[in-house]
């Protein structure tokens, strides 16, 4: 749980695989055309208009284990969300690194030199190169790659690493449609929200 709620506070950030188109899934998609395809899927979480799916896509990396996708009632798949395996990790977070490299040379391949954000936040008393994964932990270490592009109906593509505890991270990789449509379905949802009072 504690995964997938990391992945899902970064709700601005989109997900659309490149393996196989999107791990076979595209922008837009309805859950009829998730059918179509062969697709299962679970419904998740819904609020208002916004539904998450965990699904199984045909194509899936050996890296990653869950796979969830946002669906508006009206625009259809706006987020694709991939979860990576655990990974066990010295304090120094040297496998997470390591692995993190990886996906991040794969994801370049097809978009491109990415913007890279690596940093602990000033002032924290995690600073120390033996403190790498507790600073993570503790939500005052970044480690991200975001690459922007317009290709197959994705605007950003944004890649994580996320630990679990001081010797065991995860990456979340995160793909997201047009700025625009975010907001129209965001729109959407908080006028529906606000409708209550």
Request: net charge negative; hydrophobic share 35%.
């Amino acid at each position: 749980m504690k995964k997938l709620a990391t992945g899902f506070c970064l709700c601005v950030i989109a997900i659309s695989s490149i393996w196989a188109g999107s791990f076979g899934i595209e922008m837009g998609w309805t859950l009829e055309d998730l059918d179509t395809h062969g697709i299962t899927y679970e419904k998740y979480d819904q609020d208002y208009n916004i539904t998450i799916y965990d699904v199984v896509p045909v194509s899936t990396h050996p890296d990653f284990e869950s796979y969830y996708v946002k669906i508006d009632t009206e625009k259809g798949i706006f987020e694709i969300s991939a979860i990576g395996v655990d990974i066990s990790t010295s304090v120094y977070g040297t496998e997470l690194k390591s692995a993190y490299e990886k996906i991040r040379n794969q994801v370049s391949i097809a978009y491109g030199t990415p913007e890279e954000y690596d940093y602990v936040n000033y002032g924290s008393i995690w600073d120390e190169p033996e403190d790498w994964m507790m600073a993570l932990e503790l939500g005052e270490r970044s480690l991200l790659s975001f690459w922007e592009t317009d290709y197959s109906n994705i605007e950003v593509v944004m890649l994580e690493a996320d630990a679990l505890s001081d010797t065991e991270g995860y990456l979340h990789l995160g793909y997201q449609t047009y700025s625009s449509i975010i907001e129209e379905i965001l729109a959407r949802h908080d006028a529906s929200a606000s409708s209550v009072f």
